[in-house]
């Protein structure tokens, strides 16, 4: 168990399950205990019927700075990766009811790929997404070399994922990456009230719905499963290995 991710269903939003990213002063890097966290807070959605709708947040100024640099560089010295990421990403592509997300500042690594599987992002105007995985020596995840061409066209989506570049709130919102650019303290309120509008529809006819719209689920999965196998190979590469070390020796 950890407290780094807070699962909530708040009085005030009947039917929303918030899911919270809680590790500030590690800028919300997601450990290997977090990802288990949230697939047993995704699970447990699927069969309750009290949740509708399951929203994303992180803490003022960061949504996450993606996967924790530790456990990357644990896995590279030889140690065992574990099974909660990839649980978690089949767990988001394979969830069954509306998932929205709202983010403030830093969406680094997935903290920028979970929201390809979110259906409504709001993001604040000081919010940076990011994927620096090539730098890292890594490869794109969660389906993202899937998604994202298809989503923004090869040109940026080579930028965000090959490239690094990062995409400003304007940008990713231009893109189609999120849904709508608000104030950093309107974030919160925003998403939650978006999360509340979705929970008071029919929910059968939503997840139907949800379900047309995300199109066919084996592909993303697949995909996924493809691009763990090189990102676990690469993960072990000297330069991987060299990226992680400079990392947590800054
Ligand atoms: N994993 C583990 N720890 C992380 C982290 C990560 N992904 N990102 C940040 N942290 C930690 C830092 O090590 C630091 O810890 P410390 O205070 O114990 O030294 C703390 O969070 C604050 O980060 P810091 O780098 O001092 O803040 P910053 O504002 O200067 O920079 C980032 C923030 C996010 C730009 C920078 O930390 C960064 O580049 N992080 C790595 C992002 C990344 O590459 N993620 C993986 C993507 S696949």
Redesign the pocket.
């Known amino acids: 168990m950890t407290d780094h991710v807070i699962i909530e269903r708040p009085e005030a939003h009947p039917g929303v399950q918030v899911i919270r990213f809680n590790r500030p002063?590690?800028?919300n890097?997601i450990t290997r205990a977090m990802y288990a966290a949230m697939t047993a807070a995704l699970a447990a959605a699927n069969t309750d019927p009290a949740v509708r709708v399951t929203a994303f947040l992180g803490t003022e100024g960061c949504f996450s700075?993606?996967?924790?640099?530790?456990d990357f560089l644990a896995f590279a010295m030889g140690g065992s990766m574990g099974t909660e990421v990839i649980d978690f990403l089949k767990a988001l592509a394979t969830h069954e009811k509306p998932l929205v997300s709202g983010v403030d500042g830093?969406a680094?690594?997935?903290g920028t790929t979970i929201h390809l599987h979110c259906d409504q992002t709001i993001a604040s105007d000081r919010s940076q997404f990011r994927?620096?995985?090539v730098d890292?020596a890594?490869v794109p995840e969660a389906a993202s070399s899937l998604i994202v061409p298809q989503v923004m066209g090869h040109q940026r989506a080579f930028a965000l994922l090959a490239a690094g570049d990062a995409f400003s709130a304007a940008e990713a919102r231009e893109a189609g990456l999120i849904r709508a650019v608000v104030a950093p303290a309107e974030v919160e309120t925003a998403t939650l009230s978006l999360a509340d509008r979705l929970a008071a529809k029919p929910p059968e006819a939503l997840a139907i719905a949800r379900k047309l719209l995300r199109g066919e689920q084996s592909a993303v999965l697949a995909r996924i499963e493809v691009e763990a196998k090189f990102f676990a190979e690469r993960l072990q590469s000297a330069e991987a290995r060299a990226a992680f070390e400079a990392?947590m020796r800054?």
């Open positions: 002063e590690k800028k890097a700075a993606g996967n924790d640099m530790a830093l680094i690594g997935i994927t620096p995985f890292l890594l990392f800054r």
